[in-house]
């Protein structure tokens, strides 16, 4: 067995590029994911280990001294960070000349060649779904006989094998938890929604919607829901509860966690066996019935993609949703008690001025407990970069995600909204959403009523108000 390395690089400082995040760059308000896509395959390498560098403030030195002892180096990259990982990798070889460094992650599931061509320090790179791939690299097994990689040669010759089958029996994964455990400080994690510490796990890969913007099921995870069986999710809880009694959360990180209704409601029901308090993330539609279910059984708070309150918009996203639907969700589950934490996106297909307006005006009506606006981003391989790109919606900028600090960037532009005015939207997004009389109400509430949310908001406005300084800057 190769002696083997899991690496998500340094980057930039407070950027969450792992391969838990759906968008690679700085947040409002410092998060981490926790880097699951790794943990997968380091939990299937004997003796390996995973580091996670950026949420634990590491820099490059300590991994420089790890790599001279490793046969392999394997590190998630990212469209965002692709240039950064490639400089970095270029460190490690020349620190060990004999290491083999491949590369994982949706950016060179899409762009193989192209990313083998700019990255000469990398050896090979993993399509799709890789984690029987890098296990048998790992094992020693030819790069000519490994199925979904693409690889360069002694005389430098880029192959592309054969892709490789994806997994279908989701239950012959091993815990990702027991890497967790061996290579991770949890409390490093964090997201302003969720309670803190949390940890997060698959409990499947896929997403059957369609949705033109989104990264995973359009680069790796594919667009079927593959599942664990609710008796081996409720199994890794149960060790992880062992392994960290401090965990005040647990987070089921699946594209769509209530795409597969009754499963959610056993999965919900085993979690109500076990006492614990967790989250998901669905689309709004779920009925009042399943919604309940999951309540009773220790559902906090579910992460829902909004996107946009203007239906047109929905429709040209493909986003197959109604906005009445949303809306009647949202007032279920303000009913049963259930957190909200909705998630928004501007400068989409069809923005105007006018439909920014009404999404604003959606979010203030239908009031989750948070919400995040981002800004409308076509990463490669996706159907809205493909739009973009005959479409002709770049800026000047288009072959950059972020600035130069990490932070996010309107890389889209229309005949009718400017690339400016799309950036522009997020602040005032933020501010008529959060500065309302009821809304700083609530706030000051929660954390009059509970000290540690008080020093928490505390923290996140100054960040909050410190990441909006920096997009001025920038702008």
């Given at each position: 067995?190769?002696?083997?390395?899991?690496?998500?690089?340094?980057?930039?400082?407070?950027?969450?590029?792992?391969?838990?995040?759906?968008?690679?760059?700085?947040?409002?308000?410092?998060?981490?994911?926790?880097?699951?896509?790794?943990?997968?395959?380091?939990?299937?390498?004997?003796?390996?280990?995973?580091?996670?560098?950026?949420?634990?403030?590491?820099?490059?030195?300590?991994?420089?001294?790890?790599?001279?002892?490793?046969?392999?180096?394997?590190?998630?990259?990212?469209?965002?960070?692709?240039?950064?990982?490639?400089?970095?990798?270029?460190?490690?070889?020349?620190?060990?000349?004999?290491?083999?460094?491949?590369?994982?992650?949706?950016?060179?599931?899409?762009?193989?060649?192209?990313?083998?061509?700019?990255?000469?320090?990398?050896?090979?790179?993993?399509?799709?779904?890789?984690?029987?791939?890098?296990?048998?690299?790992?094992?020693?097994?030819?790069?000519?006989?490994?199925?979904?990689?693409?690889?360069?040669?002694?005389?430098?010759?880029?192959?592309?094998?054969?892709?490789?089958?994806?997994?279908?029996?989701?239950?012959?994964?091993?815990?990702?938890?027991?890497?967790?455990?061996?290579?991770?400080?949890?409390?490093?994690?964090?997201?302003?929604?969720?309670?803190?510490?949390?940890?997060?796990?698959?409990?499947?890969?896929?997403?059957?919607?369609?949705?033109?913007?989104?990264?995973?099921?359009?680069?790796?995870?594919?667009?079927?829901?593959?599942?664990?069986?609710?008796?081996?999710?409720?199994?890794?809880?149960?060790?992880?509860?062992?392994?960290?009694?401090?965990?005040r959360e647990f987070m089921f990180d699946?594209?769509?966690?209530?795409?597969?209704?009754?499963?959610?409601?056993?999965?919900?029901?085993?979690?109500?066996?076990?006492?614990?308090?967790?989250s998901c993330n669905a689309k709004a539609?779920?009925?009042?019935?399943?919604?309940?279910?999951?309540?009773?059984?220790?559902?906090?708070?579910?992460?829902?993609?909004?996107?946009?309150?203007?239906?047109?918009?929905?429709?040209?996203?493909?986003?197959?949703?109604?906005?009445?639907?949303?809306?009647?969700?949202?007032?279920?589950?303000?009913?049963?008690?259930?957190?909200?934490?909705?998630?928004?996106?501007?400068?989409?297909?069809?923005?105007?001025?006018?439909?920014?307006?009404?999404?604003?005006?959606?979010?203030?009506?239908?009031?989750?407990?948070?919400?995040?606006?981002?800004?409308?981003?076509?990463?490669?391989?996706?159907?809205?970069?493909?739009?973009?790109?005959?479409?002709?919606?770049?800026?000047?900028?288009?072959?950059?995600?972020?600035?130069?600090?990490?932070?996010?960037?309107?890389?889209?532009?229309?005949?009718?909204?400017?690339?400016?005015?799309?950036?522009?939207?997020?602040?005032?997004?933020?501010?008529?959403?959060?500065?309302?009389?009821?809304?700083?109400?609530?706030?000051?509430?929660?954390?009059?009523?509970?000290?540690?949310?008080?020093?928490?908001?505390?923290?996140?406005?100054?960040?909050?108000?410190?990441?909006?300084?920096?997009?001025?800057?920038?702008?």
């Amino acid at each position: 067995m190769m002696r083997t390395l899991f690496l998500q690089p340094p980057s930039f400082d407070g950027f969450d590029g792992g391969a838990g995040s759906r968008y690679q760059a700085k947040r409002e308000i410092r998060s981490f994911w926790f880097p699951t896509w790794l943990a997968q395959p380091a939990a299937m390498v004997e003796n390996s280990r995973l580091i996670d560098a950026p949420p634990a403030r590491m820099g490059i030195e300590p991994i420089l001294k790890d790599v001279k002892n490793r046969d392999l180096v394997v590190m998630h990259t990212s469209t965002p960070s692709f240039a950064s990982d490639v400089r970095v990798a270029q460190m490690l070889k020349d620190v060990n000349p004999n290491l083999k460094i491949g590369m994982v992650g949706a950016k060179v599931a899409v762009q193989p060649d192209e990313s083998m061509a700019k990255g000469t320090p990398i050896d090979f790179v993993a399509r799709n779904e890789f984690d029987f791939t890098i296990k048998e690299i790992a094992e020693g097994r030819d790069f000519k006989d490994v199925d979904g990689i693409t690889w360069r040669d002694k005389n430098g010759v880029i192959t592309a094998n054969r892709d490789r089958a994806m997994i279908e029996d989701m239950d012959s994964l091993p815990f990702v938890t027991e890497v967790y455990k061996r290579d991770l400080r949890i409390e490093d994690y964090f997201i302003g929604y969720l309670m803190h510490p949390y940890i997060s796990i698959y409990t499947g890969r896929g997403c059957k919607s369609r949705c033109t913007f989104c990264l995973w099921p359009q680069t790796v995870g594919g667009h079927r829901y593959r599942t664990r069986s609710p008796a081996h999710v409720a199994a890794e809880i149960r060790l992880a509860k062992q392994y960290f009694p401090q965990v005040r959360e647990f987070m089921f990180d699946d594209d769509t966690f209530t795409d597969d209704l009754p499963r959610a409601e056993a999965i919900a029901r085993e979690m109500g066996k076990l006492g614990v308090t967790w989250s998901c993330n669905a689309k709004a539609n779920v009925p009042y019935e399943t919604l309940k279910v999951m309540k009773e059984n220790g559902l906090r708070l579910l992460l829902v993609g909004y996107e946009s309150g203007n239906q047109q918009i929905l429709h040209n996203i493909k986003k197959g949703m109604r906005v009445e639907t949303a809306r009647e969700f949202t007032k279920n589950c303000h009913k049963l008690g259930i957190k909200v934490h909705g998630t928004f996106i501007v400068g989409l297909p069809g923005e105007t001025k006018e439909t920014i307006r009404e999404t604003i005006n959606f979010a203030k009506d239908i009031n989750p407990h948070t919400l995040q606006v981002s800004l409308a981003a076509p990463y490669p391989g996706t159907f809205l970069h493909k739009q973009a790109t005959e479409n002709g919606w770049f800026n000047e900028s288009e072959a950059e995600l972020i600035d130069e600090n990490g932070v996010q960037i309107a890389p889209l532009e229309y005949p009718h909204l400017s690339h400016t005015e799309i950036f522009n939207s997020v602040e005032e997004f933020y501010r008529k959403f959060y500065f309302r009389a009821p809304k700083i109400a609530s706030i000051v509430n929660e954390m009059v009523r509970s000290p540690q949310m008080m020093k928490r908001r505390l923290r996140e406005g100054l960040e909050f108000f410190q990441f909006l300084r920096d997009r001025n800057r920038a702008a």
